[in-house]
């Protein structure tokens, strides 16, 4: 019993120095996306999480589902992505968490960046992915440390210095693990944020 606690002890303690090293190297994070507290219930937007109704019904049904804001910040290796949550996952309810955006003034929400924790969906562990669907490429497995998302920058043109990643969107779904960029029904999304440059 002694051995896996410190085993889990310590891979705690790395991770969260881990992400303090992450944080220090990288510029001040930004919010880029403010969510009302308690209106994760499946009915806004009434399940297509597009933004277009956002956060109006505040009849809460979740809060690990239950997006408050999203910050980025950015090295000159990683683009660092946090969703903040009423709540920590996991939960019983298997859940996703989907942030996406346009590159520059151009595009549909074709740059996405989605995290998944375990529940009832077969995982055993967290995962996240990237994919640059504006040049048309595939998901590829990235960084995840609790609701933080690691991103290299060399994966996509569109995270180039000076770059703008513009229409910031977040959405919190079930993920059923039937595969990657696989969102089940909507529980909670947001209204657009603001542009994000990079400034390294």
Request: proline share 7%; charged share 20%; aromatic share 6%.
């Amino acid at each position: 019993m002694k051995r896996p606690l410190s085993t889990t002890i310590a891979l705690g303690l790395t991770s969260a120095l881990w992400a303090l090293t992450l944080q220090a190297a990288a510029a001040p994070s930004k919010t880029i996306i403010e969510d009302p507290l308690g209106d994760a219930n499946f009915v806004n937007d009434q399940g297509t999480g597009d933004g277009t109704f956002g956060d109006f019904n505040q009849a809460d049904a979740g809060s690990v589902s239950d997006i408050t804001a999203v910050s980025l910040s950015n090295d000159k290796k990683n683009l660092i992505v946090t969703v903040e949550t009423e709540g920590p996952p996991p939960a019983i309810t298997p859940i996703g968490y989907r942030v996406r955006f346009n590159p520059d003034d151009s595009g549909t929400h074709c740059i996405l960046i989605e995290a998944y924790h375990p529940g009832s969906n077969g995982l055993m562990a967290p995962v996240a992915h990237f994919l640059d669907a504006c040049e048309g490429g595939d998901p590829v497995e990235v960084e995840l440390l609790g609701t933080t998302i690691v991103v290299p920058r060399k994966l996509s043109k569109a995270f180039g210095k000076g770059a703008k990643l513009t229409s910031p969107q977040a959405q919190a779904f079930v993920h059923s693990g039937a595969g990657v960029l696989q969102a089940g029904p909507t529980a909670d999304t947001t209204l657009v944020g603001t542009d994000y440059k990079f400034k390294k």
